[in-house]
């Protein structure tokens, strides 16, 4: 799994985040909006909580990647 990880290019999940991450823009970031919810207690729907998971994995990777390379 690591070995994935190192293997991934870092501008490609820079990419992934910048624009998978945080699609559609308008009229504010998909994650950003369910980040609201998660912190209002209202993010109760299985489809929002895989939503939010789906939103927020490319800046898991990322920074994953990131402490990766810190470490080595």
């Keep these: 799994m690591l ?3 190192d293997q991934m290019p870092l501008n ?3 990419l992934a985040a910048l624009t998978l991450g ?4 308008v009229p ?17 729907k299985p489809i929002d909580i895989f939503d939010l998971l ?3 994995a490319p800046f ?3 920074g994953a990647k990131l402490v990766r390379m ?3």
């Design 22 to 25: 945080l699609a559609p823009f």
């Design 60 to 62: 898991i990777l990322l």
């Design 54 to 56: 789906l939103h927020a």
């Design 28 to 44: 504010e970031p998909h994650i950003w909006e369910k980040l609201k919810m998660l912190a209002s207690g209202t993010l109760a």
């Design 3 to 5: 070995n994935l990880l």
């Design 70 to 72: 810190a470490l080595k």
């Design 12 to 14: 490609l999940l820079i």
